[in-house]
C-alpha cells in the first residue's frame, strides 16, 4: 500500500499517470565495433 501514495502525489503535483522515462545511453558506430572487438567487455570502451 506504500507505493500508491508516491504514485498519488506525482500525480497531483506532476500530472503524470505513468513512470518517468529513463535516459538511455546510446553507443556511435565505433563504440560498438570496439565492443566487439573486445568481446563485449565494456571497460574497453573506457577512454575512447
Same mark, same amino acid.
Given at each position: 500500500?506504500?507505493?500508491?501514495?508516491?504514485?498519488?502525489?506525482?500525480? #497531483?503535483?506532476?500530472? =503524470? &499517470? +505513468?513512470? #518517468?522515462?529513463?535516459? =538511455? &545511453? +546510446?553507443?556511435?558506430?565505433?563504440?560498438?565495433?570496439?565492443?566487439?572487438?573486445?568481446?563485449?567487455?565494456?571497460?574497453?570502451?573506457?577512454?575512447?
Amino acid at each position: 500500500m506504500r507505493t500508491v501514495w508516491p504514485w498519488l502525489e506525482a500525480a #497531483r503535483t506532476e500530472g =503524470r &499517470l +505513468e513512470r #518517468r522515462s529513463r535516459v =538511455r &545511453l +546510446e553507443l556511435c558506430d565505433r563504440a560498438w565495433e570496439v565492443l566487439a572487438q573486445a568481446g563485449g567487455n565494456v571497460s574497453a570502451l573506457h577512454g575512447m
